[in-house]
């Protein structure tokens, strides 16, 4: 799959053409329930890096020995004991954080993004492609994650790492520390990101067939196709 | 992209109607509600209609221009929109906050889905509900009509609906005090949002959008005669209570300017129907057993969401076809 690809290209390809959250639309949990606020994004975003670059290392090491119906039990195990560690070092270290991401932290375990690329790169590829992979998904990851917590935080609370924000601070629109603003932010950078990809000439992440549409049984595009089908 | 613009031979008939006679014959509709909004709120109920829509229609210009698509200020819709936003607003709303809600309605819910008649909500429904949720004191600072508004300290009160909320059981005696006379209700003299007091303005605007035939009289008559009937069954057959119910808060604003939104309401009259008692039966359990005093807003919105639902189950059956059986259907999946 990315056997002519060179190395940077590893590492570059997960902050903006493949960026995990933005253009493959993994990780969605967590990238909006843990955005309200800036230090508990970045928090999030190292801690699911780092367990991805140690499980990317570590599954890709061992690509040869895991059986291959066996293989997800397998993955987990190594992400759960990353995971495991990481949890352990916060609530050793960063207590605060620990309370901010609370069932997120132990959640990294059932991550997409990290099961994803373990499944369709750590798998496939050896070991130091596989770390590149891991660590530029995950700068990717922490970047997204970084975007929306200061929207979020700036419009939403008024503050942007904990320092308030002139004018703001006084007239936060609460809309955005909660549900729907989270949603609606990640909406419009999902846009920004893939028209910056599209610029650079990548195909546009896009929802293809008409399945997920509720409005598929009235649209006209849809009933074309249909007929088309039925005169073929 | 022929296929899909088949066009039956001449001679056609053609309207004389367009949008842009539509949406003035809503403005005209409009005028006697923002009229009776000066007269409560004073000039800064004029400043904030001003606002609202000059905010609305520069942000539909810009974001015409930004997403390189023709301009469609001459439809007029974009000033429909800043008008019943502001209805929707109370008259000491800052005049910045109100311009983000024309935006939000503006570029968000309408530009960004695709222009006039591609939003899937009504754009100044949601950006009221946005301001709600973002600046709750802001939007729930209802001053009592016929003082100056500019006033940061005007005096506040309780709206109908607030009161009558704590009226468990559509029993009046208790909140007696607090209500203003039916009368003030019909007429607006009480607090509110600037322009949905005065209910009778707003029924006036609807007839006449129902006698020049620019809406349906089923969605409004639907909406209100659910949320009659509710309150009329809920109180144990107090009329005074189900009266207070259908002139407070936005419910003739919303029954015939808001659900009647020709993008965001079913086609057919059957549609219709299933709409407008969907609003009337979502605003009667907000407002009775919710915890947000009014619930005319959201339930427009949620019923907005529904519509293609709606049009499924409401399509009609083509001339001379036959429907088809739902064994028929089952089979066909298998």
């Known amino acids: ?124 590829n050896p070991v130091l ?10 700068v990717g990851f922490t970047a997204a994650l970084f975007a929306m917590g200061a929207v979020r935080e700036i419009l939403g609370a008024g503050t942007f790492l904990g320092m308030s924000v002139p004018f703001l601070s006084e007239n936060p629109m ?34 293809r067939g008409c399945e997920a549409c509720p409005m598929a049984h009235n649209c006209a595009l849809n009933s074309a196709n249909k007929k088309e089908e039925v005169a073929e | 992209m022929s296929k899909r613009l088949t066009v ?39 400043a904030l209609t001003a606002v609202t829509v000059a905010s609305a229609v520069i942000a539909e210009y810009l974001s015409r221009k930004v997403m390189k698509r023709s301009n469609t200020l001459g439809d007029l819709s974009a000033v429909v929109t800043g008008l019943i936003l502001a209805f929707n ?9 109100a311009a983000v809600g024309s935006v939000i309605a503006i570029v968000v819910v309408k530009q960004m889905f695709g222009g006039i008649g591609q939003n899937f909500v009504n754009p100044a429904m949601t950006a009221r509900i946005i301001l709600m949720v973002s600046f709750p004191t802001a939007m729930a600072k209802w001053v009592t009509p016929f003082q100056n508004c500019w006033n940061a300290d005007a005096v506040t009160s309780a709206t109908p609906m607030a009161t009558l909320a704590s009226a468990k059981g559509g029993d009046l005696s208790a909140v007696a005090d607090a209500l203003p006379t039916l009368t003030d209700m019909l007429l607006g003299k009480h607090g509110g949002s600037m322009g949905e007091v005065c209910s009778i303005a707003l029924i006036c605007g609807g007839l006449y959008l129902m006698l020049r035939r620019v809406i349906s009289p089923i969605i409004p008559f639907a909406f209100i005669g659910t949320v009659a009937a509710t309150m009329f069954l809920y109180s144990g057959f107090n009329l005074e209570y189900t009266a207070y119910q259908l002139l407070g808060g936005g419910l003739m604003l919303g029954a015939f300017f808001m659900a009647t939104d020709y993008t965001t309401c079913p086609i057919n009259k059957k549609g219709k129907l299933i709409f407008g008692i969907g609003c ?4 009667f359990v907000i407002r009775v057993f919710g915890a947000l005093p009014e619930g005319v807003s959201f339930s427009i919105i949620l019923m907005n969401i529904l519509v293609p639902h709606i049009e499924n189950l409401s399509a009609a059956k083509p001339f001379g076809t036959l429907k088809e059986k739902k064994g028929k259907k089952e089979e066909k999946k298998a």
């Open chain 1, 1 to 124: 799959m990315a056997e002519k690809k060179s190395l940077g290209k590893e590492f570059s390809k997960g902050i903006i053409a493949e960026n995990p959250v933005l253009r493959l639309v993994l990780g969605t949990c967590p990238t909006l329930a843990t955005t309200t606020s800036v230090e508990s994004a970045i928090g999030m975003g190292l801690a699911a890096s780092i367990v991805l670059i140690c499980s990317n290392i570590v599954i890709s090491a061992l690509r040869k020995v895991i059986p291959d119906k066996v293989r997800i039990p397998a993955y987990i195990v190594i992400i759960a004991s990353f995971v495991t560690i990481v949890q352990m070092a916060v609530k050793a270290f960063l207590p605060a954080l620990d309370e901010q991401l609370g069932v997120y932290l132990p959640l990294i375990v059932v991550n997409c993004i990290i099961l994803g690329r373990a499944e369709a790169f750590a798998s496939k």
């Open chain 2, 8 to 46: 039956s031979a001449s001679p056609h008939v053609r309207s004389n109607e367009t949008t842009t006679g539509i949406m003035l014959d809503v403005i005209i509709a409009l005028i006697p509600a923002l009229i009776m909004s000066v007269v409560y709120f004073g000039t800064r109920a004029l």
């Open chain 2, 280 to 283: 009337g039966l979502i605003t």
């Open chain 1, 129 to 138: 492609a596989s770390a590149l992979d891991g660590l530029g998904m995950g």
């Open chain 2, 89 to 97: 607003l109370p008259a000491t709303l800052p005049l910045w906050m």
């Open chain 1, 174 to 207: 609460l809309i955005f520390i909660l549900p729907p603003g989270g949603f609606f932010t990640y909406g419009l950078l999902m846009a920004a990101v893939n028209r910056m990809a599209e610029k650079k000439g990548k195909p546009r992440a896009e929802l």
